[in-house]
């Protein structure tokens, strides 16, 4: 007999076992709480944002609203572009018609900071948070979660907003892309700067609707990274001199727990990584100005905002800094409306593939965007 998990889709026999007579699944079987349950009704879903779409912007999220009534889409912006923002009309009217309507990210700290922005937008319903530590308002009618909390919502939502589907963990985790296909039972948006290989190929036959955005709203170009050769040994005293001459404040970029933490000491600046005990209290002092740099693992690499700051990557030919991933560190300068500017920097021992891939798609998005600016 077939068997299918009803949670995370999987029909590998080899990842089932057998408990009084029934058939499990052994691969999402760590995924253990309480569900969901049915949405609360709403009553009104108007939201106000803090300030005014551009004509492209607002072209788009009306085209996002008309075209997702009936297909999935992939909205490719790059970073910077007010992703969220082209969603809030189509969120906005799924709601007034009672439907219930999920936004997931792969990371616990983008869930996070996308609560704060959805809250300020939509202040007369409440949107409910589930990530690690976090599980308020589960029967919410707008949730903001990450991709590890919908297996608690098997068909639950009329509408789900993937948010970057090709960051880690989510990209590559059969299970996590289980449970996302799983909890829609309407349509899901994909936004994304950099869609992976499996969504282009779906573009290319057709079978998902794609539209772009090249141009963020200030209109000025993305920042083109500095690339510099350097070995290995001087990358630390670089960096140290690097950001003695920062007017902005700074993230540096290590490919590593092991390189952050030697980088530390040396650098007498913090280090955030993904297991860090104090991560979040970090993110916010950093935000907040009360440090001026911040070491990072590639925990920061999307999905985060912070006003006016410049961006160092050592060891940018390592593996780990693949394209996609730089051109998501690149997205974190000149996003602010008042202070477009900021440096981005590649130090690296030879130009990988992943570095030179990033150089060339961050020029081509640029070429785009001028080409529309002078129509």
Known sequence: MAFLCQRCGNTDLRFTFTHQGQRHCRRCLGYQGESGGDALKLNDAQYTLPFTLTPLQQALSH????????QDIVVEAVCGAGKTELVMETIK??????Q?????????????QLLVRFREAFQGIQVGVVCEGHREALNGALIVCTTHQLYRYPQAFDLLVLD?????????????????????????????????RGLRQRIAKGSIAHLSLDQRPHGKPLPMPKVRLLPGEWMGLYALLWLRNRKRQALVFVPSVARGKTLERWLRIPLVYAGHPQLDQRIRAFSSHHHQSLLTTTVLERGVTFKGIDVLVLWADHPVYTRSVLIQIAGRVGRDVLDPGGEVSFLCGTLSDGVKDCVNDLRQANRRAWSVSVQ
């Open 100 to 112: 219930r309507v999920a936004v997931t990210v792969a990371r616990r700290q983008v869930a996070l």
């Open 63 to 70: 085209r996002i609203n008309i075209l997702s009534e009936h």
């Open 93 to 98: 009217d799924r709601l007034a018609k009672g």
């Open 164 to 196: 970057e589907p090709d960051a880690f963990p989510f990209h590559g985790d059969p299970v996590l892309q289980g449970f996302a296909r799983l909890a829609v039972k309407g349509q899901t948006i994909y936004l994304t700067a950099t869609p992976d």
